[in-house]
């Protein structure tokens, strides 16, 4: 059973940034995908950033065209956590940020392809 916890959300000013940690169970990046999405109040969950690692250090991300640029996925496999920097953030991207990890060889942006999600945390970006 994988655990995922997130933290690092909050109240931040047009323009600002924020780091987004998400705590693994051991051994979870060695064989699934993870992955953040976002949820606004009204909207339907949507697919922000998903990495996996393929070998040693190295790994390979793949973000939503609405965070390109803004966001950076990381994940550090010795440590079993996985991170989400948010520069540039814009009020748009007020929403709860979720972690999941799925099962598969490649970083799906299909939230049906994660199996295990942590709590949430929120983030509000002001105008």
């Known amino acids: 059973q994988v655990q995922l916890v997130e933290s690092g959300g909050g109240l931040v000013q047009a323009g600002g940034s924020l780091r987004l940690s998400c705590a693994a169970s051991?051994?979870?990046?060695?064989?699934?995908?993870m992955g953040w999405f976002r949820q606004a109040p009204g909207k339907e969950r949507e697919f922000v950033a998903s990495?996996?690692?393929?070998?040693?250090?190295?790994?390979?991300?793949k973000y939503a065209d609405s965070v390109k640029g803004r966001f950076t996925i990381s994940a550090d496999n010795a440590e079993n956590m996985a991170w989400l920097q948010l520069n540039s953030l814009k009020p748009d991207d007020t929403a709860v940020y979720y972690c999941?990890?799925?099962?598969?060889?490649?970083?799906?942006?299909?939230?049906?392809?994660?199996?295990?999600w942590g709590q949430g945390t929120q983030v509000t970006v002001s105008s």
């Open positions: 051991e051994g979870t990046f060695s064989n699934h995908v």
């Open positions: 999941a990890a799925a099962y598969r060889t490649f970083a799906t942006a299909r939230p049906d392809d994660y199996n295990y």
């Open positions: 990495i996996k690692r393929i070998g040693g250090n190295t790994y390979y991300a």
